[in-house]
């Protein structure tokens, strides 16, 4: 054999045993597979387990929890636990609510559902140790946030996940990470299984009797950010990105799934250089008392409106270049530090937090030469500082001022308890859009089978949590909290419930 000849067998060896030695392609079989060990997959995969199903449960990444890790709480109504709060909400108000605040937009059925079975929901929840605590996120919102308890800090869904995982692992569910499920098998029209590849090349086909698909949605892919949710990536970014590219919708639409509509669990927030996640600084961006003004040097909102904080991010992308400014001077700095926060980051920084290092985040700011953070002496030389108008900002300024000298907001009816006048040395806060997650793609039915474009079940395919479409509007409902979380728990569970109800 010539020498080229001999090459280019030893590389084709290579790429089919992998460099490393062989690419075993491993043959299963199983009653239910679920894809995406987040809180919708993993909730499946119990529910399938205690129903007495063999269950394999394939997450892409190295580790379990998804973004649902991250979250902090779920939303239910009529559970033990906000049952005994003074004004608990009744199923029937958080169905007009869920309804009516989102135009109709959403799937009554569905909707109707998870309402009813949240609360039955938090309790099979909790009879996996999981613990929780009904928050109320902002004065303008119910009791409805179940927030983990025990697991402090950042991190409050770890608790769930953890929780569920023991459970998992007790009922003997196989959990294979870094293998991302690549391809749906079908017969005649029926989900038969799924293909996955791991990290080390090794192939799996998997044959099932249903596949439930959880693997949260596409947000950390940009271009499907810009093809599918028609945002500009570069100025709606996903805060927390962990891989999650749509998976699930790519591989249920090529086998026939309709495409549905997609949402955003939109935040308001800060960037640039300096600045870090979640520290004091970060945290002034979502303040009611500063004032915001756009590229124009013109204010645009109420800036209370950071207490919604999906609104503020829709209402920050819509100014020129998709941004804007929070201005606030020394007096404000004293009040973040003393008084503490008006506005949460959820349970992140909770209502009152004293930003007891915001000096510090702001030396190293501006020692950073931040992109995202200036001070001037006075409102032109700020104006000049974020290059917009100074005349505008000028104006602006003066016009803030005198509303707050008559604690009348006429434009944007901003509550006076937040109307601070604006003196001396100032600071100004970029302003950005970003999202949690993305919401939607695949249309499910009520028993959350997986519809093709005739609006017909594809037999033996479900889907749950963040990548199912019509369970929010354009605007993620955060006039109750938790929804997204609530819903990813439920889905998986009855999802997992319903295909178990099909199998012999
Ligand atoms: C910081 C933060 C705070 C939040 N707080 C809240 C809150 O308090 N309340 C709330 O309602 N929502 C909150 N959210 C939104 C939250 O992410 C969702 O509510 C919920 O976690 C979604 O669950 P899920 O199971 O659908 O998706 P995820 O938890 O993201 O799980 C999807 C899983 O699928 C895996 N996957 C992807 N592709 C594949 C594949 N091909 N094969 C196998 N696995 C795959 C992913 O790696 C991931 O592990 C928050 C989000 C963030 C980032």
Known sequence: MKKTGLKLVVAALAVSFGTFGYAADHKLSTDLVVV?????????????AELGKKVILLEKNPYVGGNSQHAEGLFAVDSEWNRLRADPLTRQEAYEAFIEKQNHLVDPYKTKDFVEGSGENIKWLSSHGIEFEVIRETPLKDNTWHVIKNFKGTNHGAGLIKGLKEAADKLGVETKLSTPAVELITKDGKVIGVKAKDNKGDTYTINSNAVILASGSFGDDPKKVEEWGHRDPKAWKSSVPINKTGDGIVMATKIGAE???????????????????????????WQPGNLWVNNLGLRFTDESTCNAFSEAANGIYAQPDHEGWAIFDEKDIDYYMEKGVDSGIGVLVPIGTKLTNLKNDIKEALAADSDGFKAADNVAALAKAINVPVANLENTVKEYNRVVE??????FLKDRRYLRPLEGKLYALRLKSFFFSA???????????????KHQPIPGLYAAGLEVSNMVGPTYPDFFSGQAFGFAAYSGRHAAKNAVATMK
């Open 36 to 48: 995406g060990a987040g809180s919708a997959g993993l909730s499946a995969a119990v529910q399938g």
């Open 406 to 411: 008559a604690q009348h907001d006429p434009m």
């Open 439 to 453: 919401y939607g793609g695949l249309v499910t039915n009520r028993e959350h089978q997986v519809l093709n474009a």
């Open 259 to 285: 495409r549905g509509p997609v949402s955003f669990i939109g935040h308001l927030g800060t960037e640039g250089k300096g600045i870090k996640f979640l520290s004091n600084l970060y945290a002034v961006s």
